[in-house]
Nanobody
Framework: VQLQAFGGGLVQAGGSLRLSCAAS????????MGWFRQAPGKEREFVSA????????YVTDFLKGRFTISKNNARNTVYLQMNSLKPDDTAVYYC???????????????????WGKGTQVTVSS
């Protein structure tokens, strides 16, 4: 299983970015997919997750209202729409996939099966 994340970049505070994560692999699925982030000097933290079908989603409380997760099942691609970005959102964002998580439990899981390489998001003030 390979996860490829892209879409990061430099944006001014108040702006928006959409991250994408494309999953591939001959036996991929069904997996819950999600996003985590890690800011400089901080631990990695959970951002959002979506079920395999796309019917169930979860966004961590402090990002609700600004971040939205969605999925294109035909393309095995998950998106993270980030609006009203703040400098505190600056981090490396990682895509993840896990067959033992639900959208609601992925944030608490300690042994995520698959990780993609991160994509840098920098929000300037």
């Amino acid at each position: 299983v390979q996860l490829q994340a892209f879409g990061g970049g430099l944006v001014q505070a108040g702006g928006s970015l959409r991250l994408s994560c494309a999953a591939s692999g001959s036996t991929f699925g069904p997996y819950t997919m999600g996003w985590f982030r890690q800011a400089p000097g901080k631990e990695r933290e959970f951002v959002s997750a979506i079920s395999w079908s796309g019917g169930s989603t979860y966004v961590t409380d402090f990002l609700k209202g600004r971040f939205t997760i969605s999925k294109n099942n035909a393309r095995n691609t998950v998106y993270l729409q980030m609006n009203s970005l703040k400098p505190d959102d600056t981090a490396v964002y990682y895509c993840a996939a896990d067959p033992f998580s639900t959208a609601q439990t992925m944030g608490a899981r300690k042994d995520i099966n698959y990780w993609g390489k991160g994509t840098q998001v920098t929000v300037s003030s």
